[in-house]
């Protein structure tokens, strides 16, 4: 996104970011994680919702929730008329009225009809645009927001970005203009850098950032490393600019129980973490992580009534599913009589919990959600809703297919984008 007021460049001109599709920003994987840390979500007050995604690129995640939910307002916000453009034909050809799509900038009097959100999203903004457009950024979030709505934004985190921060200054003094072919000009000098061979933390950034351009794509570095407002920082200042909200940690399944995201060293000093602003960053530093997407909630939120709502599904066929899995604290094994029958009532497709919980047979809730978290921990299930009506997610499928658009994750009629090789698809 871009500001009038920025002078540094946020966006990389004539380069459109990757079409991605980001299952942790669905409402049913939200509230998961709200519930799971004892807090009420949105929806707790109706079925029906509004979802708007700041930065939304091509869309295809509003497109994705707008088509399994039928009865919801989705928009999608961008500042490239050439991304919003195509987000609006593949709405169009899908059929899906309740997507809606602006091309604007923060603060642009057309974001006011988003207002009012439950859910307010941003992928791949706060960390990546210079410090006036994010200060317009937060205040958008902020004004979008319903009082009893959450925020969700992601940001990079400094401690996993050190390694590659004098690599990415490189490459946005390089560049000359804001354009692919200042990234091509910024490229071949940082790997003219390497090839001379005298400094290995340069050669490191060369090949890392050659890594990364073959696992995601050319556009995905350039938007990543070129703009000059890029930012890794820390979770507590993220937390400071959007308070009075309060932070109910990160999307990331994995991190929902300290004990699978940390050692029992890392934990004791969390715990004798003289400030809670010291724990938080001490967090950012043990999880080691590069990227987070935090979860932002208005500090007198209900409680949870139950962390039975909802509904869970597998990532895979059940006969692959494996009951061991590595994390952050080691590994984990849940080989046991309970997560395999769970796994076998999972086969068919996904399940609500409350429902799972009573034909599982389970000791005690908490030997229950013991194995839940573990398949959600190891990738191995993702939290998902009721199914919907088909045939709206079938068709933006087709017009995916028909754009050309090869996705790891597709539009799911349980409302959070699966796997393509999941069981109980469309």
Partial sequence: MQSGAATVRDYVQGLDYVAVLQPDLSPAWIDHVLRARGFASPRARADAFRHVDLGCGFGLTMLSLAAAYPE???????????????A??????AGLANARFVCARFGDAA????????????NGVYSWVAPATRR????????????HGVAVVSHNLQAGWLALLTTQRLLSDAAAGDTASGFAAARGFLD?????????????????????GQSYGEAYVAHEFLVGGWAPGWTVDLAAELAPLAYRGATYLDLLHDDFGLTKAQRAAVAAAPTAAAALSYRDIAHGRSHARAIFQAPDAAPAPTRLAGWIGLTAPAADVGYACVTPAGELDFDNALARRIVALLADGPVALEALHAAAGASSEAAFWRVIDALLASVQALPTDAPKPPEAVARLRAALAEAGLDLPYLPDRHGTPTRVSAPGGA
């Fill in 192 to 212: 003219a850098i390497a090839a001379a061979g005298r400094d290995p933390l340069i050669a490191g950034g060369a090949k890392a950032v050659a890594e990364m």
């Fill in 72 to 86: 919801s307002v989705c928009y999608g916000v961008d500042a490239s008329s050439s991304q919003i453009d195509a």
């Fill in 136 to 147: 317009l950024f937060l205040d958008e979030v902020r004004r979008l927001r319903a009082p």
């Fill in 88 to 93: 609006q034909r593949l709405a169009d050809r």
């Fill in 111 to 122: 974001l006011a009809e988003a207002a009012g959100a439950d859910y307010v999203v941003a």
